[in-house]
């Protein structure tokens, strides 16, 4: 069975104060894994997928980065707008094309 | 206007009461989600569908029935709402010809049985 825990629940950051968010996961074979935001009262918006160790994505003060037992967000110098939680998810090449999501990271980033 | 909408955004019921949550979509996507979020467990696939034809269980299916009247619509009935069925809900889409699960999500119902 397919399993992502996600690290730390929460997080607090002073307004510039960089830092990552763990994903960890098994899979039976990883087709993608996926990065997504969630701000309160709203959908879950997409980030970035990531297909094999090594692969980097970026955009604005995001980067992830992949492995082949976890996947990291770094956050560089963060502005309160990033505060949300993140949602980390795997697609499995097997199965029925299900993702399975990590509990997230609830991000706040203090003025 | 929204690509995914759900109505309604809240709903409160009573125990042993039928409710249907609606999704609608305007992306042209074949493929459409129910998942629900319930604090500590993440994201649980309820039922999902890839066509119009094609309706699938998901990890967590009992209690719940699906409909999908067309390609841009997909309701989660349930058919006697139990307490532990207080969660938000999520609809979401995807595009089947793309080469990953990108999902696009609604805004949520938020619903709560009594």
Redesign the interface.
Known sequence: EDQ?TQSPEALRLQEGESSSLNCSYTVSGL??L?W?RQDP??????LF?L?SAGEEKEKERLKATLTKKESFLHITAPKPEDSATY?C?V?SNFG????T????TRLTIIP | DADVTQTPRNRITKTGKRIMLECSQTKGHDRMYWYRQDPGLGLRLIYYSFDVKDINKGEISDGYSVSRQAQAKFSLSLESAIPNQTALYFCATSDSHGANEKLFFGSGTQLSVL
């Open positions: 992502v087709r993608g996926f997504y009262g709203k959908g879950p918006e997409f997928t297909y949602l998810a697609l029925n094309e299900k993702l999501f990590g509990t997230g």
